[in-house]
């Protein structure tokens, strides 16, 4: 008896399985695949009737609604961008690539994949937790531009950067405790970085947030750090080793208590009549100064930029002989402390 061709409805489940009363053989539900979707790889059905793919499975931008029937297990990447997406249910257990379900109106994450070798990307969509997600990336892991008022349900390692930027964050509690790459929580609500990893192996990007302290912050961070533009008043709470540059501008800083230890990099702060400069030379590894008059950050100070320079790195000989140097150029208030 012949089968009657599927109709192609929205979701996906349609379009593998739907029948007229008839069952379709794995060989027809195949050539669905091939004519409707692109993936890589000689796909079958397991002995419970489960679509698996050796490759790629992508299935972006085809005006779904649903998961279900999508392949159980995914060898290379599963792409389900750009979709009319409310719910994950139905995605594959276990993806050997990177998983992409972002530009989807999705509310939460439940039915996301267990493990994803590679990236997450489930950014621009209206998220407000991260309830479901993977425990364990493998690359980066991109929830950007949603409404997460939390990170609760977060993985707890990551193994690229982690990307929480523009959302609706005011506390980073239930991030993941280590971060092999870079760590982005830009344009959220925090006030203080309580819940923030412990390792960072790469930079840490805490700019454009209504930060108060930096309580919380990873004891030391692999490449960058950048509290600028913030409500800060003084550093404490800041890294102890920062492995790249570290930038303070933009805040409302009156004391440098706090500052790293150790800046491998260039040392960023707006200078005001009360900025302690003096403590800026107990820090190691600093390698360019960069002093900029407020309000405007593009303006800069060459001669305390070339002060600092010549003294920086003389021990105590040479912070004395800084501070006699700024008296003279009119710094009165700012060899305190």
């Given at each position: 008896m012949m089968t009657q061709q599927p109709k192609y409805y929205r979701d996906l489940l349609d379009r593998l399985l739907e029948q007229d009363n008839t069952d379709?053989?794995?060989?027809?539900?195949?050539?669905?695949?091939?004519?409707?979707?692109?993936?890589?790889?000689?796909?079958?059905?397991?002995?419970?009737?489960?679509?698996v793919v050796p490759g790629d499975f992508d299935c972006s931008s085809k005006q779904l609604t649903s998961l279900a029937g999508a392949p159980v297990k995914v060898g290379g990447y599963f792409d389900c961008y750009n979709n009319q997406l409310t719910s994950l249910e139905g995605a594959p257990k276990k993806v050997g690539g990177y998983f992409n379900c972002s530009n989807n109106p999705l509310t939460s994450l439940a039915g996301a994949p267990v493990k994803v070798g590679g990236d997450f990307y489930c950014r621009n969509n209206q998220l407000t937790s991260l309830e479901g997600a993977p425990m364990k990336v493998g690359g980066y892991f991109d929830c950007r531009n949603n409404q997460l008022t939390s990170l609760e349900g977060a993985p707890m390692e990551v193994g690229g950067w982690f990307d929480c930027s523009n959302n609706q964050l005011s506390s980073l509690a239930g991030a993941p405790t280590t971060v092999k790459g870079d760590f982005d929580c830009i344009k959220n609500q925090l006030t203080s970085l309580e819940g923030a990893p412990t390792i960072v192996g790469g930079n840490f990007y805490c700019y454009f947030n209504q930060l108060t302290s930096l309580a919380g912050a990873p004891m030391e961070v692999g490449g960058d750090f950048d509290c600028s533009y913030n409500k800060l008043t003084s550093l404490e709470g800041a890294p102890v080793k920062v492995g790249g540059s570290f930038q303070c501008f933009k805040n409302q800083l009156t004391s440098l208590e706090g500052i790293p230890r150790s800046i491998n990099g260039g040392f960023v702060i707006t200078v005001n009549a009360t900025t302690p400069l003096l403590k800026i030379l107990t820090v190691e590894g600093i390698t360019e100064f960069y002093f900029l008059k407020p309000p405007n950050t593009h303006d800069r100070i060459p001669e305390l930029e070339s002060l600092f320079k010549e003294f920086y790195g003389r021990g105590a000989r040479g912070r004395l002989l800084c501070g006699i140097e700024m008296l003279k150029m009119g710094y009165k208030r700012n060899t305190g402390r």
């Open positions: 379709t053989s794995h060989q027809q539900r195949l050539q669905v695949l091939r004519d409707k979707f692109k993936y890589r790889g000689p796909a079958h059905f397991d002995q419970e009737d489960q679509l």
